[in-house]
């Protein structure tokens, strides 16, 4: 052991000089070796061997019995499952660093003149402080589907309902089966079956709409008295609370729907427009004889904008982007911001005066001074998007988790998440460890080159 | 399962962090009480594991406080928190075992069983089981022959919920058959409110339907076959059953939001859909927990929230879908006598009358009067179990391995996810069924 040949009899006095020196360096390898030992065995035990052990387990089945060579590497890269996780987390690397540095950049830049750049130094780094975790849950919630509860719909909801009027009644049908008078027009609207002509009269029930949602003017509907040279008809809701109604007539108990735009076509040109009233009946007045159709189009209809899909299988790895950048903005602008404020003032004073736009001085001056800092900020990001998963777990909900795969949840849920295959497990691990590694060494080679 | 309750990330997370709490704080309930029975088992203590926290927790240590009254034994119940088996492995593997363990799902039974880690019930218990259950029961407690568990509390799966002022409004009482079911939900819909609330977000309420439907239509024996997977899933009553189901789903106005919004509604949001202050649906289907989700709405069960049993398709019975919590004896323990004098105590109709009586509790014990049951609502579900007797069938996705049945974003949850969103093609969901479960079967 290393401990006991330290306590060896001290050197012989009066020996050789050059023994005596080279018996002084092995000392001091053995006194090196001597402290090296415990962070040695424990790099061993807690990283060393845990990367052996899973090297040597992806070689084995589920369960782990049975040798299978590179059968987990066969899996995975036939997998569809795991293939689009490697294709997202390739995905992730290329996008997410080089937008992080890149923001970061651009902010601490921007910010660099600032009076109060500290202060909105501290706002942008504080989602730092926020864990992956809460993070995660706040983010499902700015995406939420629902204008009620997702921030980011109520806006685009908002925004849109401002710029189109909104039907007055959205998500309402016609009556199909028994009793039905129209049906679609293949535009979203629809149109009556049989054909009108004047002196002719018309019942359009339509349903699904909640009594409590009629407008207020609303009243019980009137059958539309038949008038010659008119073509007249009632828009009503066909379905009396409490059931009981006769599909496709006018019912005591059945109100009628105002506001309705209904439209006369002939051979498929609107020759007249008319608006329902309180009780639901209109009238297109003065109609020469001939066959026609009534029209109740879409725009009565159209069901309410629903927002965007944040979560939808095209989104859904964009969005969750979007969080880890919300998340990560902080970090790259405060090292960059470091970076900026060590740059010698001379160097970029003396651009400025040699005529130097600022676009110049960023370009060929800043930059450059600053590759080193940002390519230390890329660098960590590559390794640090290269095992998303909580952010990726949290947001994606089940339906398109697939969609937001990355390597590394799809590891857990491999191995843990109810796959229990710690085999093909160990084998996205090495796979990731892999793909880690060449970031690894880059940064490493920056560490010890800037420590000599 | 009960891990499905918990499904939001946001809520499991939660749901560790209070397992590791109440891994820690097992309490214990001595035996204060005079003899009012024997005093046979004074000195001894049984250590009793279960997931339940809260009120079940509470109601629990009546029951077992009943038995110290019986028996003289001090009982020490310990919460596991979610996950059952991993937190029973380890306290086997640290010499720690619990006497008694009260397990969630009939799957994690069979891997006790298979581990070596379960005590067979004894003779006495098994004659208890034999006269006051229906044989289904005891199939369910019984691994290679042997009884191992004996099922303590049920739930019932077969359950459809609905708002009776949705149904007043459309003109619509409770249907008896499935074909009546959706000719209701159709007047639901044209009454102006979307007849069921779907919540496709999360898997499992989907498989839950698929069963229900593939239980009645095709037979408890199919239903039987098709979990042990001796029957493909493309066989022909997978695919009518799947035909069923698309149906339904097909009919995008019967159901909240359409099918794109149901992939995007949760659990707890699909009962909110109907119960909640501005419903959007008239019905949800899910199993006897809902009246906890309809409590917190602040609603009550029996008058804001009813339920009808689900109704049998195509003239099949009706499909009774249950699960429930099985009282197993580890052989690791350190006082198994009195662990089993406790499961044998838990077989006898006095125990199940404690819990009945608290509430949120239903039995499979026949021989529990169903006058024990305060509440009207559960006295309803526990007729429903006790009556279908034999008919009982588990949740099929928690006897599949967990790979198929059971986890998000994959197997069984996801294929029908994709389903719904997609209901053209029942075959070819049946097809991409039948290869996800051969591979997990065979894992």
Redesign the interface.
């Known amino acids: 052991m290393a401990t006991v040949q330290t306590a060896l009899p001290p050197a012989r006095a009066g020996g050789p000089l050059e023994t005596r020196a080279r018996r002084r360096s092995r000392r001091a390898k053995i006194t090196a070796a001597v402290f090296a030992l415990p962070a040695l065995v424990l790099l061993g035990a807690l990283v060393g061997y845990p990367i052996v052990y899973s090297v040597i387990r992806s070689l084995f089945d ?1 369960k782990g019995d049975h040798f299978v060579g590179l059968d987990n590497y066969r899996t995975l890269f036939s997998d569809h ?1 795991t293939l689009i996780a490697l294709r997202n987390t390739m995905v992730w690397v290329l996008v997410v660093p080089a937008l992080l540095t890149g923001i970061g950049l651009l902010l601490a830049v921007l910010t660099d003149r600032v009076r109060w750049k500290t202060a909105f130094k501290l706002v942008i780094f504080m989602p730092m402080a926020v864990s992956f ?1 809460a993070a ?2 706040t983010f ?1 919630l700015v995406y939420d ?1 629902d204008p009620d509860r997702g921030v980011l719909n109520a806006v685009a909801v908002s925004v849109h309902d401002a710029f189109h009027d909104s039907a007055s009644y959205p998500g309402a ?1 016609a ?1 199909q089966g028994a009793g039905a008078a129209l049906e679609g027009d293949g535009h979203g609207g629809y149109t009556t079956s049989a054909a009108a002509s004047p002196g002719s009269t018309v019942s359009l029930g339509m ?5 409590a ?1 009629l407008p207020k003017d609303s009243v019980q509907a009137a059958p539309a008295a038949a008038r010659p040279g008119s073509v007249t008809g009632t828009v009503f809701l ?7 109604g006769r599909p496709g007539q006018v019912d005591s108990g059945e109100r009628g729907l105002p506001s309705v735009h209904v439209q006369l076509q002939k051979d498929g040109h609107t020759v007249a427009k008319a608006t329902s009233g309180p009780d639901g009946t209109f009238r297109f007045a003065k109609v020469p004889d001939g066959s026609y159709k009534v029209i109740l189009p879409k725009s009565n209809f159209a069901t309410a904008y ?1 927002g965007i ?1 944040w ?1 939808g299988p095209g989104l859904v790895t964009p969005a969750i982007m979007a969080a880890y950048l919300w998340v990560w903005t902080g970090f790259a602008l405060v090292l960059i911001g470091a970076g900026l404020a060590a740059l010698p003032r001379e160097v970029l004073e003396a651009a400025r005066m040699d005529g130097a736009t600022e676009w110049q001085t960023f370009r060929r001056i800043t930059v450059p001074l600053l590759a080193p800092v940002l390519s230390v900020v890329f660098v960590t990001l590559v390794i640090n998007v290269m095992k998303v998963f909580d952010l990726v ?2 947001i ?4 398109v ?2 969609n937001a ?1 990355v390597l590394a949840l799809q590891m857990w ?1 491999v191995s843990f ?5 710690q085999g093909l497990g160990s084998a996205i691990g090495v796979v990731l460890l892999l793909l880690v590694v060449p970031a690894m060494v880059l940064n490493i080679r920056r560490f010890r080159r800037s420590g000599s | 399962m009960r891990v499905r309750h918990t ?1 939001p ?2 809520v499991a ?1 939660a749901g560790l962090a209070m397992t590791a709490t109440a891994c820690g704080g097992g309490s214990s309930d001595s035996g204060s009480s005079a003899a009012k029975g024997g005093q046979s088992l004074k000195g001894h203590t049984v250590t009793v594991a279960g997931v339940w926290t809260g009120e079940e927790q509470a109601s629990f240590k009546k029951v077992l406080q009943g038995f110290t009254d019986a028996t003289g034994a001090k009982t020490d119940f310990v919460s596991t928190g979610d996950n059952v088996s991993t937190v029973i492995g380890t306290k086997i593997a640290g010499g720690d075992a619990p006497d008694v363990v009260m397990v969630p799902q009939v799957g994690v039974v069979q891997q006790f069983a298979s581990s070596g880690w379960l005590q067979p019930l004894s003779s006495a218990v098994d004659a208890e089981v034999t006269q006051n259950y229906a044989p289904v029961w005891k199939n369910y407690g019984t691994v290679k022959g042997q009884l191992y568990a004996l099922y303590f509390k049920a739930s019932d799966k077969s359950t459809v919920w609905y708002s009776p002022t949705a149904f ?5 009482t409770p249907p008896t058959t499935y074909a009546q079911m959706m000719t209701d939900a159709k ?1 639901i ?5 979307a007849a069921f609330s779907v919540g ?4 499992w309420p989907l498989t839950d339907w698929f069963e229900n439907i593939y239980l009645s239509q095709a037979g408890p024996g199919n239903y039987d076959k098709l979990a042990q997977h001796q029957i493909k899933w493309t066989d022909p009553t997978v695919v009518k059953a799947l035909t069923t189901l698309g149906d339904f789903f097909k009919q995008d ?1 019967l159901i909240a ?1 359409g099918r ?2 149901a ?2 509604t ?1 659990f707890p949001t699909s009962v909110e859909q109907v119960f909640g202050d501005s419903p959007k649906a008239g019905m949800t289907y899910e199993g006897d927990f809902v009246s906890g989700n309809v409590q917190s709405l602040h609603k009550k069960v029996g008058t804001d929230a009813k339920f009808f049993p689900f109704p049998a398709v195509d003239g099949g019975q009706p499909p009774v879908v249950g699960g429930g919590d099985a009282a197993v004896v580890l052989n690791k323990g350190k006082d198994k006598a009195a662990g089993m004098a406790l499961v044998k105590y838990l077989a006898s109709p006095q125990a199940a009358a404690i819990w009945a009586k608290a509430g949120g509790f239903i039995s499979p014990n026949k021989a529990v009067p169903l006058t024990d049951y305060t509440d009207p609502t559960l006295r309803e579900t526990a007729k429903s179990i006790v009556d279908a007797g034999n008919g009982v069938r588990f949740d099929m996705s928690d006897q599949a ?3 198929f049945g ?6 069984e ?2 294929i029908l ?2 389903f719904l ?1 997609d209901p053209s093609n029942p075959a070819k969901t049946a097809q991409t069924l039948e290869s996800a479960a051969a591979k997990a079967y065979q ?1």
């Not at chain 1, 066909?238 to 009981?244: L, V």
């Not at chain 1, 998440?417 to 295959?421: A, D, S, T, V």
């Not at chain 2, 059971?406 to 197997?411: D, H, K, S, V």
């Open positions: 589920a499952a975790l995660g849950i499902r589907q049908r009556r349903v699904g709409i909640l009594p949602k066909d379905f009396r609370p409490g059931g009981g629903s899909s979560l777990y949290i994606a909900p089940g339906p988790q697939q795969n849920l998440g109810g796959g229990n295959n | 499904l990330a946001a997370v007043a409004n459309a003109g619509v007047t819909s044209d009454s102006g409110l496709g977000q999360d898997g106005d939001g794109k919004g992939l995007a949760d391995p967990a790979a059971g986890t998000a974003g994959t197997g949850w996801k996810q994709d969103r894992g």
